[in-house]
């Protein structure tokens, strides 16, 4: 089901899930590579495509136009990774940087992604303690996810409820199987489980214009060199 390309018929809606796994040793990885081997036996490839990264991308060289195609089909954008250095992997971040265009996704004309979702499936090596205002990262968790929150507030997203692993490093099969179950019938299930999250407001919308940026920026085409 990784990178495998929609088929549409008659009686099959394109799918509604784009899943962004980005773990750069997925074959080292012990979360990310359960939960995406759970999601292929689940057999939800009719609602669900999955976009492996580092696989499609290992030069970095990203097909902008390409994921904005499958980002216009979704309603629900999964970003699975581990928790590197507080933040996205390096080629989700890139991905973020190419494909978010400006007039598309966010400011002046960039309504593509207003009342979607985005939901963040992550995990760190660190315990939940040690994200924790007296734990050994000084912050609790909530406060890494702010870039996340930010970018489907910029783009008129709803952000949903993190499902986070603690402790990954130390966690049994038979813990991360379950987390895996969870990811899986959290899926099956969208969008009836998120029915309470609140919306994005009407205001988030363009939260970041044109004039808030610097003049040379501004001056440049949309999504382009200067």
């Known amino acids: 089901m990784v990178d495998a390309a929609p088929t549409t018929t008659p009686n099959t809606a394109p799918p509604d899930i784009l899943v962004l796994a980005a773990h750069p040793d997925l074959a080292r990885s012990a979360v990310t590579r ?69 007039g598309w996704a966010y400011g002046p004309g960039g309504t593509a992604l207003a009342g979607k979702d985005l939901w963040l499936v992550t995990s760190t090596g660190g315990t939940a303690e040690a994200y924790s205002t007296g734990g050994h990262h000084g912050l609790p968790f909530e406060a890494f996810t702010l870039p996340y929150r930010q970018t489907a507030r910029t783009c008129g997203m709803r952000f949903l409820p993190v499902q986070v ?62």
């Not at 490839?45 to 136009?65: C, G």
């Not at 890139?94 to 978010?100: P, T």
């Not at 998120?194 to 214009?209: K, T, W």
């Open 34 to 102: 359960s939960f995406l081997a759970a999601l292929h036996a689940a057999g939800l490839a009719p609602r669900v495509q999955v976009h492996d990264l580092y696989r499609r991308y290992p030069d970095f060289h990203i097909d902008a136009e390409a994921e904005r195609r499958a980002l216009s089909q979704a309603q629900l954008l999964v970003m699975l990774h581990p928790l590197h250095w507080y933040g996205m992997p390096a080629l989700q971040k890139l991905w973020c940087d190419e494909v978010l265009q400006l």
């Open 165 to 226: 692993l603690h402790g990954a490093h130390r966690a049994s099969q038979a813990e991360i199987d379950a987390q895996a179950r969870r990811f899986v019938a959290q899926l099956s299930a969208y969008p009836d489980w998120c029915e309470d999250v609140e919306a994005c407001p009407e205001d988030c919308q363009d939260a970041v214009g044109l004039d808030d940026r610097p003049a040379a920026f501004s001056a440049l085409s949309i999504g382009g060199a200067a």
